[in-house]
């Protein structure tokens, strides 16, 4: 007995002297799991078509005026009802991916984009013209409510702020893809050009199409639908690891009401695996949790919008000739050089937003955004006052765009859709997502259609004074009301939220919660 006692104290020497060998190692990197940035890639392209509509319409908006004699009123109104329209398919889209699934709710998106894009690029009038916007928008509003969606149940915990952020990376894309666009076919005569500009955006809805049947459908919907086998092949391939893919999976099946002892590769699920009900645990009788996650999510696609982003990126050149830019062409490459900027700098937010974390970033955002807004309406106003040229006026306009841009980009534009759609629950999320589309695309078509009234009204110069004070406002709310969702799964967000002011106590409860789960599975492990 007492060789034994001493092999078993041998033993148990060893293995903490080796636990304690591995504490001083340092820690693994988690891997990049490929087969989930391929997918969020191909679901992200549906953002694409809203990118490339909204820089597009920069340029050719001029061109459809000249061709068809149209008013400033019509112009706003046609650049503007695209955002209107996409409501309709954002309203659609939730319960749409509720039945049929994420994964064909992408293939609509592209499909009814595509047709939309080839009624514009063929209108022979503005009542056409407005018809295919109508179809489009609609493409459009499905595209926006599905790609943050399926990415963010798609991605690993530690890389979904990354994969996530695809969805902004994609708009601004498109966004640069219109500007060359707009360049590229400015030379041809007026009544072609537009029309060019305006059909080849049919081109990523093709190419969208067929890279979704590489696409699995989202692990989460799979098992709202009693699904676990085919939801556990899918996490197997997109988690770093089978004991992570395991983890998500007993998550996502306590997220849904699922029973733990149920592992078949079909169970039997509640009826609401369909969306039936959810308005009323989302609008008509929420949990505190839930309201505060509403009201963070309308509230930040709000204060994206009403800073006045699509005045600074869809009206660009006017703002350049107002500056005092007078070659069209050079307006134009101007233009360009404010895509090139704003896709520069989503690229370097994908790798800042999981190792810096949300808040900082967005709070940063919003900072030189107010900086920014608050110095190209000085520097308007001061061109506007003066008969002459002043170059480092115009200089500074120019300069003060591309930060816009530039600061929208690193924080703001991103981590809207990063933020808002992973905090919903997952029985909430699609209906939820879907409310935050429709904040931003009301407000957004506010903002494109009124600016030039605006502008006429209380000069161009004021108009970005007041974005610059709405801006304060937002970063007000964003310090308030905005929780760090930074490391947390979908399935924690919940936790963090109905304590408003209070959610750093949840935050440090949820990391205990982990250490000592850490802790337990290290003495589970130890022979005494």
């Not at 650049?79 to 398919?89: H, K």
């Not at 969805?167 to 640069?176: A, D, S």
Request: net charge neutral; aromatic share 10%; charged share 15%.
């Amino acid at each position: 007995m007492a060789d034994r006692r001493v092999e078993d104290n041998a033993v148990s020497g060893q293995l903490q002297n080796d636990h304690r060998i591995a504490d001083f190692d340092p820690p693994q990197k988690p891997k990049t799991n490929k087969f989930a940035i391929a997918c969020a890639i191909l679901a992200c392209t549906t953002s694409i078509l809203l990118g490339y509509d909204i820089g597009v319409m920069s340029g050719a908006n001029i061109f459809i005026q000249n061709d068809l004699k149209i008013s400033d009123t019509q112009t706003a109104v046609l650049a503007g009802t695209l955002n209107i329209y996409s409501l309709i398919g954002s309203a659609l889209a939730g319960r749409t991916s509720d039945w049929i699934g994420r994964r064909y709710t992408v293939v609509l998106s592209g499909v009814i984009f595509f047709v939309g894009a080839l009624l514009m690029g063929l209108a022979p009038g503005y009542a056409f013209l407005m018809f295919g916007r109508f179809v489009a928008g609609i493409g459009v509003g499905y595209g926006l409510m599905i790609a943050p969606v399926y990415t963010v149940e798609i991605s690993p915990t530690l890389s979904r702020g990354f994969l996530t952020s695809f969805p902004e990376v994609f708009v601004n894309l498109g966004i640069l893809l219109g500007y060359v666009s707009n360049y590229a076919f400015s030379k041809l005569p007026t009544n072609l050009g537009w029309r060019y500009m305006l059909g080849v955006g049919a081109l990523p809805a093709v190419v969208l199409a067929v890279g979704v049947l590489a696409m699995p459908e989202s692990p989460r919907w799979l098992v709202m639908q009693g699904r676990l086998g085919d939801a556990k092949r899918v996490l197997d391939k997109t988690s770093t690891s089978k004991e992570e893919a395991q983890l998500r999976l007993e998550d996502i099946k306590e997220a849904a009401g699922i029973p733990m002892h149920l592992n078949d590769d079909v169970v039997s699920v509640t009826k609401q695996s369909h969306g039936e009900g959810v308005w009323r645990q989302l609008i008509l009788h929420p949990t505190p949790a839930v309201l505060h996650i509403l009201i963070a999510a309308l509230g930040i696609h709000f204060f994206q919008q009403v800073t006045g982003i699509d005045s600074v990126v869809l009206y660009s050149p006017r703002i350049f000739a107002k500056a005092g830019i007078t070659s069209y062409e050079h307006t134009l490459l101007a233009t360009v050089a404010v895509g090139f900027v704003k896709t520069i700098f989503i690229f370097i937010a994908t790798f800042l937003v999981d190792r810096v974390g949300r808040r900082p970033l967005l709070l940063t955002s919003m900072g030189g955004m107010i900086f920014s807004l608050a110095c190209l309406g000085a520097a308007l106003t001061i061109v506007e006052h003066h008969d002459s040229t002043i170059p480092w006026a115009v200089a500074l306009c120019i300069t003060m765009v591309l930060f816009n841009v530039a600061f929208f980009s690193i924080g703001l534009g991103p981590i809207t859709w990063v933020y808002s759609s992973e905090i919903f629950p997952l029985k909430l999320r699609a209906q939820g997502v879907s409310l935050g589309v429709a904040i931003n695309r009301v407000i957004s078509g506010i903002i494109s259609m009124t600016f030039l009234s605006l502008y006429k009204a209380i000069t161009i110069g004021g108009a970005f004074f007041l974005y610059a004070a709405i801006g304060v406002l937002a970063w007000v709310f964003f310090y308030t009301m905005l929780p760090e969702t930074q490391g947390r799964t979908l399935e924690e967000m919940e936790l963090l939220f109905g304590k408003y002011h209070k959610w750093r106590q949840a935050n440090a409860m949820l990391k205990s919660k982990k250490v000592d789960h850490g802790d337990g599975e290290e003495n589970k492990g130890q022979v005494n």
